[in-house]
Nanobody, 121 residues
Framework: QVQLVESGGGLVQAGGSLRLSCDASGGTFQSYGMAWFRQAPGKEREFVGG???????YYGESVKDRFTISRDNAKSTVYLQMNSLKPEDTAVYYC???????????????WGQGTQVTVSS
């Protein structure tokens, strides 16, 4: 089973940008669908976006046109570029790996520990 470690979170002002990284090890990275989810305090975990093994991307409606997911199979890393950040983007961001890219968290068997993103107004 693949192990995932997120990095790149932090505090940023509204309108700013951050890039999250998720490093994978212990599995055949290029065969996995990868996704980002987020969870804000008191809310359910939300699908942010995903990328298939072939590079097809999907996004949640709240981040579409602001966030971009990419992957580097040679480095076993998936990225989440977040632009035009809003206070409502504040959450713990999780990386997940699965056979397919689905919007349901139950379709992903491997998860990272999460990284905190805080957007100040």
């Amino acid at each position: 089973q693949v192990q995932l470690v997120e990095s790149g979170g932090g505090l940023v002002q509204a309108g700013g940008s951050l890039r999250l990284s998720c490093d994978a090890s212990g599995g055949t990275f290029q065969s996995y669908g990868m996704a980002w989810f987020r969870q804000a305090p008191g809310k359910e975990r939300e699908f942010v976006g995903g990328i298939t093994w072939s590079g097809v991307t999907y996004y949640g409606e709240s981040v579409k046109d602001r966030f971009t997911i990419s992957r580097d199979n040679a480095k076993s890393t998936v990225y989440l570029q977040m632009n035009s950040l809003k206070p409502e983007d504040t959450a713990v961001y999780y990386c997940a790996a699965g056979q397919y890219v689905r919007r349901n968290q139950n379709d992903f068997g491997s998860w990272g520990q999460g990284t905190q993103v805080t957007v100040s107004s």
